[in-house]
């Protein structure tokens, strides 16, 4: 039984099965909405999210992200570090405008895409982290828990905030939190609304660490990848999934549940008026 799991697990080891060669990485087989730079010397690829002026998590982002992935996990870079290209906000999250009052055959396809891009970071073969050079509100920090190790720099917030403007989150949203702070502190965390700044995401936890730069949070993450290079990469990767085995069973299970849970609730009157003085607020704050 373990046995046959292993061996699916060893079919599922992308790198594996790829054959692309570095080179191809810095040549943007994507839109432009994320870039890759592949240092020589270390082998770690910096995967730049570049959609002006917030990074909002839209169709095309999230598709281009999922590529993005996927070519540096083929291409056995050593580890891949997740930033932005601008220097205050790391990620929106999902892209408001996609859920007030969505064409339903259209959300369907960007809930399916957000589930993708989670899994695909989630559950990335190679050695993850994240470099938060800004804000990482909502789906942007649910981006950076599916990292294994985050780098934050000073006064920014992260967190996610849904309940205030009465949104919920997924299960798998919650585990993926839960999966880099104690319960208990997501459970309140979530019911708050709190979006943490900086100083209080690395009192809890949700943080490891708080660089000076963007330059020192990438050489900080690029740190953190570096310590697995006694591990074998085969055996690392086997081991990282079975860790993470239990925050995407549910998911992997009944992926058109959720997305029909999720829709169902984006429709409703409560969803939509919540979000509608959302969108009052963001643009009252001009
Ligand atoms: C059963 C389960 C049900 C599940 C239901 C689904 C629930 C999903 C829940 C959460 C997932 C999400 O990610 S929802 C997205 C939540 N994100 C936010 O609320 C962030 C909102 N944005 C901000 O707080 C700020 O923009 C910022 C702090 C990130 C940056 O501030 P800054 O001052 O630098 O920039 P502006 O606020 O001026 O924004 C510039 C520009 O961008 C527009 N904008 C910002 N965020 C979004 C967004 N998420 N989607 C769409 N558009 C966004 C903002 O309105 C400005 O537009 P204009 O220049 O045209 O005014």
């Known amino acids: 039984m373990l046995r ?6 060893l079919r599922q080891i992308k790198p594996i099965l790829c054959s692309q060669s570095l080179r191809s990485l810095s040549n943007g087989a994507n839109s432009g ?8 010397k270390s082998g770690i690829a910096t995967l730049s999210m570049n959609l002006p002026p917030v990074n909002t998590l839209t169709l095309n982002l999230m598709h281009d992200l999922i590529d993005s992935i996927n070519q540096i996990e083929c291409n056995k870079s050593r580890g891949l570090i997740l930033t932005s290209s601008n220097d205050k906000v790391f990620s929106a999250g999902l ?8 064409d339903q055959e259209r959300l369907k396809e960007f809930w399916t895409i957000f589930q993708d891009l989670w899994l695909a970071l989630h559950l990335c073969g190679i050695p993850t982290a994240a470099a938060i050079n800004g804000h990482a509100p ?5 981006m950076a828990t599916a990292c294994e190790y985050r780098v934050m720099l000073p006064d920014f917030v992260i967190g996610v905030h849904a309940t205030r403007f009465s949104f919920l989150v997924s299960k798998w949203m919650m585990l993926s939190y839960q999966s880099v702070l104690p319960r208990r502190i997501v459970e309140r965390a979530l019911n708050q609304g709190k979006l943490f700044s900086t100083q209080e995401a690395l009192e809890v936890g949700l943080i490891d660490e708080v660089a000076g730069s963007k330059k020192e949070a990438l050489a900080q993450c690029a740190a953190f990848i570096g310590t697995f290079d006694k591990a074998n990469p085969i055996a690392r990767t086997l081991t990282k999934r079975m860790c993470r085995d239990s925050d995407v069973t549910e998911l992997l299970r009944d992926r058109a549940g959720d997305l029909r849970a ?25």
């Open 4 to 9: 046959n799991s292993l061996i699916g697990s």
């Open 33 to 40: 909405l994320t870039t890759i730079e592949v240092d020589d």
């Open 95 to 102: 892209d408001l405008k996609e859920l007030y009052k969505p």
């Open 138 to 142: 909502a789906a942007g920090c649910i």
């Open 262 to 286: 999720c829709v169902d609730y984006i429709n409703t009157p409560l969803f939509q008026e919540g979000l509608s003085a959302h969108l009052e607020g963001l643009k009252e704050k001009k």
